[in-house]
């Protein structure tokens, strides 16, 4: 990041939080909307066990559908989910998934305007990274930096505040 991108101004509504404020918003937040994500992936998963298991007994698809059928559905509704929890909800609604919508946050882009598509891909993709060590890697880089950003944001040039 350059550093003329560090000496924007966030708006005036925009407000940024202390570190460890802004570490427990943030976990929360990321909570909200994991759950949201991993609450649809076990809908689906149960269902699709539901429809293998009769499947199975009537002999029209082999024995291990049982095992696989609910464990991939789950993880593709849960990485559909993830993504557009992440994508395309904050990117059609202000900067807001649902989980910082109950928390109060939003994300901006360092010049305090409205990311993009690309911004948001960039954030999801390298929650990868943030998620290293349970989080560890998240918390420490959002405790650290100045805006309280996470790789992601770095890497995404955006800025997760507070709505007031």
Do not use: K, N
């Not at 849960?78 to 649902?98: A, E, K, Y």
Request: glycine content about 12%; some cysteine.
């Amino acid at each position: 990041m350059t550093a003329s991108a560090e000496a924007v101004p966030l708006p005036a509504e925009a407000v940024l939080p202390g570190r460890w404020e802004m570490v427990a918003h943030r976990g929360l937040q990321h909570l909200l909307d994991a759950s949201l994500a991993i609450g649809a992936g076990c809908v689906t998963g149960l269902l699709a066990g539901l429809v293998a298991t009769p499947l199975v007994r009537w002999g029209t698809v082999p024995p291990m559908t049982i095992l696989w059928a609910p464990f991939i559905t789950f993880c593709v509704v849960m990485v559909g989910c993830d993504l557009l929890i992440h994508v395309w909800v904050p990117l059609r609604r202000g900067g807001v998934t649902p989980g910082m919508l109950v928390v109060g946050l939003r994300i901006e882009t360092t010049r305090g305007g409205a990311p993009g598509v690309r911004d948001y891909l960039v954030r999801w993709f390298l929650f990868t990274v943030d998620g290293l060590l349970l989080g560890l890697v998240a918390v420490v880089s959002i405790a650290v930096t100045g805006r309280r950003q996470r790789v992601g944001d770095l890497l995404a040039r955006t800025v997760v505040v507070r709505v007031s």
